[in-house]
């Protein structure tokens, strides 16, 4: 069996907030993504830190949980995880 490599790395940000009662699926989405597929790196952002707060500010985030992917907000809330799940294969050139 030949092992697919993707063609690029694939950055996820989820921005997240402390009373955010969905973040904390949002983030377990992401790190299941990161898991599961090579080249994904997933990072948490919180608003509660000075990183999360300049982040949210430079995209414009007004609720959480936000994910970027390669630093494009491509979700406000919770997304469906197929297609999230999508938009991250593609973007690593395997759809």
């Known amino acids: 069996m030949i092992e697919v490599k ?6 996820i940000e989820v921005i997240t907030s402390p ?6 699926t949002a983030w ?3 790190v299941e993504l990161e898991r599961k597929y090579e080249g994904v790196i997933a990072r948490e952002l ?5 990183e999360g ?9 007004m609720g959480t949980p936000t994910i970027l992917i390669d630093n494009r ?4 809330g919770l997304p469906n ?7 991250v294969k593609k973007k690593l050139g395997l759809q």
Do not use: D, L, W
């Not at 993707?6 to 950055?11: G, T």
């Not at 009373?19 to 904390?24: A, E, L, T, V």
């Not at 919180?46 to 000075?50: E, I, K, L, R």
């Open 6 to 11: 993707p063609k690029r790395k694939v950055v």
């Open 19 to 24: 009373s955010c009662p969905y973040c904390p």
């Open 28 to 30: 377990v989405m992401a």
């Open 46 to 50: 919180s608003v509660a830190t000075p």
């Open 53 to 61: 707060q300049r982040k949210a500010m430079e995209h414009n985030v």
């Open 73 to 76: 907000v491509e979700f406000i």
């Open 81 to 87: 995880f197929a297609e999230f799940e999508g938009i």
